[in-house]
């Protein structure tokens, strides 16, 4: 019999990740000894590049953002940031198919792009589609092993899946990664998986 996982209140998972600043998708372990010139892709009016402006745009929480993230996909201005962060303001406009379509095509133009993932992840998570969720935020860790969030989404998952003890793993795998004060909404999560996790080998014993 499934155990039934009790979620403390502020276990909710963690929200959508903006790009901040653009990472080139190929080749990301070799050193760009001889960056490209910053000229080629400014902006002369205001000395940012599309993308940058855009960025500037949604982090003021301007609805121009949109507009602007449009502008830089059409000047192939970090397509892939571009398209992952116009996905989140779809989400947040209540627009599902348009999110799934930026950060679906965020992917088609780089495979490994790990926000594009987590994002997908947590649109698939509201859709209570744990399964598709559970395989991005595992691609989305896959890329980057530092990236904090997706342990704990992941660990969401897992709990709600009914495997424990991979959720406890990437829990602590987040309380190692962020600093004591964030940990701290993971300790009750943690205490709880902890019990599932014992109460359901426990069901396995007796049932043997």
């Known amino acids: 019999m499934a155990q039934i996982l009790k979620f403390p209140t502020q276990a909710s998972k963690l929200g959508y990740k903006r790009v901040k600043k653009h990472k080139p ?13 910053k000229a080629q892709i400014l ?35 970090c397509t892939a940031d571009a398209y992952c962060n116009l996905g989140i303001i779809e989400s947040q406009k ?6 799934f379509d930026c950060f ?7 495979p490994r792009h790990s926000e594009a993932h987590y994002n997908l992840a947590n649109l698939y998570f509201d859709l209570n589609d744990f ?14 092993p530092s990236f904090a969030n997706v342990y704990f989404n992941l660990a969401l998952v897992q709990g709600i899946n009914n495997d424990f003890a991979a959720a406890v793993n990437a829990l602590n795998k987040y309380r190692e990664l962020v600093s004591e004060d964030e940990g701290r909404i993971a300790e009750e999560l943690l205490q709880n998986l902890r019990k599932s996790l014992v109460a359901a080998k426990n069901s396995r014993i007796g049932s043997a």
């Open 104 to 110: 679906t095509t965020s992917l088609k133009h780089d």
């Open 131 to 144: 399964r598709l969720a559970q395989t991005h935020y595992e691609m989305a860790r896959e890329v980057d």
């Open 43 to 77: 902006n002369l009016e205001s000395g940012l590049s599309r993308f940058e402006q855009a960025l500037l745009l949604d982090e003021r929480g301007d609805v121009k953002a949109a507009e602007a993230y449009a502008k830089a996909i059409e000047e192939q201005d």
């Open 94 to 99: 209540g627009n599902t198919s348009k999110a």
């Open 25 to 37: 998708a190929e080749n990301q372990n070799q050193l760009d000894l001889f960056p490209h010139p």
